[in-house]
């Protein structure tokens, strides 16, 4: 399903001719897959809101993602439209529950209890950064990575599906994407 999302996408960029690999495939791909955790529809509004304040809960530092709010004010209004959203679809799965990961959340019990509403949407905002910001780096720093060492992407091309694994392990060790953990 994820390889679908990924082809799908480097499909749209070299229909268009050219893009910013960063902006246009490393960002929007994690985006997109943490968007169809709640179960939105692809290319919906709430996709792209979603997207959008994932990447801006995290990157408070940045002028042009924080729109003039302090660091805090950044973090907490940008959690926030991602919590109203979760919420929403939430209860939506509750009622006609699909096969995602929202449903799976939602009706999950323990010792016969479901999550509060409160847990769900906080689960969903800490997926902003854990799913979405540091998938989006690693791909970035892997491009990087074997443009600047080209004797290691041919070892790996020469055996990818025996390689891959391992290379995205090292890519992570070298390049880690969360350097406060």
């Known amino acids: 399903w994820i390889d ?11 229909d268009r001719g050219e893009g910013n690999f960063s902006e246009d495939y490393a960002k929007y791909v994690p985006g997109r897959i943490f968007a169809h955790f709640f179960g939105l529809d692809r290319d ?9 304040a994932a990447e801006r ?28 959203i979760a919420l929403a ?33 906080a689960f969903f905002s800490l ?3 854990a799913a979405n910001d540091t998938t989006r780096h690693s791909i970035a720093h892997a491009v990087r990575l074997f ?7 041919a070892l790996l091309v020469q055996d990818l599906e025996g390689r891959v694994g391992m290379a995205a392990e090292e890519v992570i ?9």
């Open 4 to 14: 679908c999302h990924a082809k799908d996408r480097l499909d749209e960029i070299i």
């Open 147 to 153: 443009s600047q060492h080209p004797d290691q992407k």
């Open 44 to 52: 919906s509004e709430e996709q792209h809101i979603v997207m959008e």
């Open 173 to 181: 060790r070298y390049c880690t994407p969360v350097m406060h953990f």
């Open 57 to 84: 809960m995290l990157a408070w530092d940045d002028p042009r993602m924080a729109l003039g709010r302090d660091a805090l004010t950044t973090h907490a209004e940008e959690a926030e439209r991602i919590q109203e």
């Open 89 to 121: 679809q939430a209860e939506k799965r509750k009622k006609e529950p699909e096969d995602d990961l929202m449903s799976w959340v939602v009706n999950a019990e323990f010792e016969g209890q479901k999550l509060e509403d409160w847990e769900i949407a």
């Open 127 to 129: 997926l902003g950064s």
